[in-house]
């Protein structure tokens, strides 16, 4: 069974600092997706990785994939209060895209 | 613009009623699907459909159904059979043969028991 595990799935930092969250899944895939909601709103596409080593960034956001380690991350530099957010990794099996695997969520509160 | 639209943004179900929830689309998506989001937690696939008048279960299809009659319109419904309906429900699309296109999401609907 294909597991997606994020971590950590809650996290407040101050503005200004940089961390980073981490996704990790159980089987062989070259597909990850990176998808933000905000409160009680739809989610919105971030990045898509679709190779070992794909490297993705958009402002202060980026994202990277080792699939030899089964392992993304999502990395944020300075963070500012509008990326407060939860970040959702998930994962597409084999060569179907429609069954994603989904990760449980990381519940960032950037605070000012 | 195009995008995904559903309705309503807030439900209530009595007891044994049957309720639906509708989903249109006009990115002229192929593929359509139905998640449902408990606090918490990631989201969980319910059905998808890959093409019109054909449609497939997710993870966590008993409860509910679906239907697939034309491309722009993929609606659930929520039966009496589902016990634990409370949940935010989130329609979504993408291109059939896009495997390196990300899903699209709807603004969903909140779904609660009266």
């Known amino acids: 069974e294909l597991k997606v595990e994020q971590n950590p799935l809650f996290l407040s930092m101050q503005e200004g600092k940089n961390y980073t969250i981490y996704c990790n899944y159980s089987t062989t895939s070259d597909r990850l997706y990176w998808y933000r909601q905000d409160p009680g709103k739809s989610l919105e596409s971030l990045f898509v990785l679709l190779s070992n080593g794909a490297v993705k960034q958009e402002g202060r956001l980026m994202a990277s994939l080792d699939t030899k380690a089964r392992l993304s991350t999502l990395h944020i530099t300075a963070a500012v209060h509008d990326l407060s957010a939860t970040y959702f990794c998930?994962?597409?099996?084999?060569?179907?895209?429609?069954?994603?695997?989904w990760g449980a969520g990381t519940k960032l509160i950037i605070k000012p | 613009d195009g995008g995904i639209t559903q309705s309503p943004k807030y439900l209530f179900r009595k007891e044994g009623q049957n309720v639906t929830l509708s989903c249109e689309q006009n990115?002229?998506?192929?593929?359509m699907y139905w998640y449902r989001q408990d606090p918490g937690q990631g989201l969980r696939l319910i059905y998808y459909s890959q093409i019109v008048n054909d449609f497939q279960k997710g993870d966590i299809a008993e409860g509910y159904s679906v239907s697939r009659e034309k491309k722009e319109s993929f609606p659930l419904t929520v039966t009496s059979a589902q016990k634990n309906p409370t949940a935010f429900y989130l329609c979504?699309?993408?291109?059939?043969?896009?495997?390196?296109?990300?899903?699209?999401f709807g603004d969903g609907t909140r779904l609660s028991i009266l």
């Open positions: 998930a994962v597409a099996p084999g060569l179907s895209n429609y069954q994603l695997i």
């Open positions: 979504a699309s993408s291109i059939e043969t896009g495997w390196n296109q990300p899903q699209h």
């Open positions: 990115l002229n998506h192929d593929a």
